[in-house]
């Protein structure tokens, strides 16, 4: 399906840009954080990576997208094997100490809610450390009835990511 198809498409929550603060209710919530590593050249080089898509390219999933660089309104299909999933990036974090991007879920998404990933630069530590927030429910009974197992399979997913991310 031709990326352009997505433009029409309204998100499939109420909730956009909610990801930034207090967690809607009726969804489920998922919040990983983890240390990367030191220093603000780290920091810079993770963050180019992460607005580049490199989060979920570091996966191995093909990201399919209007726009190389994250910027809102950007439409993405990420594919792996016959799994098309699209997105719409709803929102970007270009702040000093604090870089990163959040899409929502499209029609034809698995899921419905939002995904905020970040890099975050403590001056005080050097720190610097990346993180995943999601807030989100399934889109059709099959994945409902799977129950625990969709959360489950959202925080291995958000580790992954991270821990790939840590090994850039």
Known sequence: MDL???????????????TEGRLPHG???????RRVGTGRELFETLSQHLMRWGMQRGLGVEVDTTSAQVVPDAELV????????PCRVVYVVDELDRR?????TL??????????????????????????????????ALLKALGP????????????YLRRLAST
């Open 4 to 18: 352009e198809h997505y433009r029409s498409l309204p998100l499939t929550y109420r909730e956009r840009g909610a």
């Open 27 to 33: 969804y489920r919530h998922l919040s990983v954080r």
């Open 78 to 85: 990420l594919r792996r094997g016959p799994l098309r999933i």
């Open 100 to 104: 990163g991007f959040a899409y929502g």
């Open 107 to 140: 029609p034809g998404h698995p899921l419905v809610g939002e995904e905020l990933f970040a890099i975050t630069y403590d001056p005080a530590s050097g720190d610097v450390y990346a993180s995943v927030t999601s807030f989100a429910r399934p889109a059709h």
């Open 149 to 160: 197992f969709v959360g489950l399979g959202q925080k291995l997913m958000a580790r992954l």
